[in-house]
């Protein structure tokens, strides 16, 4: 099934400052869901952001914060256990994944949605953990799991389907 705009929320999971100096590629990672979320803004798809214990991993990084209202609060590792984010994703029935700890908070929190009878795609080039394997264990258990494991480029041109959707210039000098 194609990511749809109309149907989607993107989900910014715990990119926090004190979590970014221990994160294998985090500057590649958070390059990646930054244009995302400007890509989400742009055609209008809501963008959610979850902080894991803020008072000791900070709040989330400032080239992220602005893309959210306000952060999902948490010190659960599944977010759909421990915050609002069910209520905050109201009718989006995809939910679009990138986050750092993609064995721990990602995992869990890609797997409560999907028991909620959500679609997840996790989004491979903006996921990271501290350690590589870690990651790559981690998409591979989602992936069994039922998360379609994508790309930010299959996410942004999914997201418009027609090369006349009337952002398209505009994502396109995103993606280029």
């Not at 294998?24 to 209008?44: C, K, M, P, W």
């Not at 963008?47 to 306000?70: C, F, I, K, M, S």
């Not at 258990?141 to 090369?163: Q, S």
Request: with cysteine.
């Amino acid at each position: 099934m194609p990511i749809q705009a109309a149907r989607s929320a993107l989900l910014l999971i715990d990119f926090q400052g004190k979590l970014k100096p221990a994160i294998d590629s985090a500057e590649a990672t958070l390059r990646e869901a930054q244009r995302l979320a400007a890509v989400a803004q742009l055609i209008g798809v809501p963008t959610l952001v979850t902080e894991q214990t803020p008072d000791r991993l900070g709040p989330t990084v400032p080239e992220l914060a602005a893309y959210a209202a306000r952060p999902l609060l948490k010190s659960t590792f599944d977010a759909c256990a421990g915050s609002d984010l069910d209520q905050a994703l109201g009718d989006a029935s995809q939910a679009v994944v990138a986050g750092w700890e993609a064995h721990i908070c990602v995992l869990q929190t890609a797997l409560g949605l999907l028991a909620g009878g959500r679609r997840v795609y996790v989004v491979a080039d903006a996921v990271s953990s501290r350690n590589p394997a870690n990651k790559t264990a981690a998409l591979a258990r989602l992936a069994a799991a039922g998360a379609v494991v994508v790309t930010p480029e299959m996410v942004i041109f999914e997201w418009l389907a027609d090369a006349k959707h009337p952002q398209f210039r505009d994502v396109l000098k995103l993606v280029k």
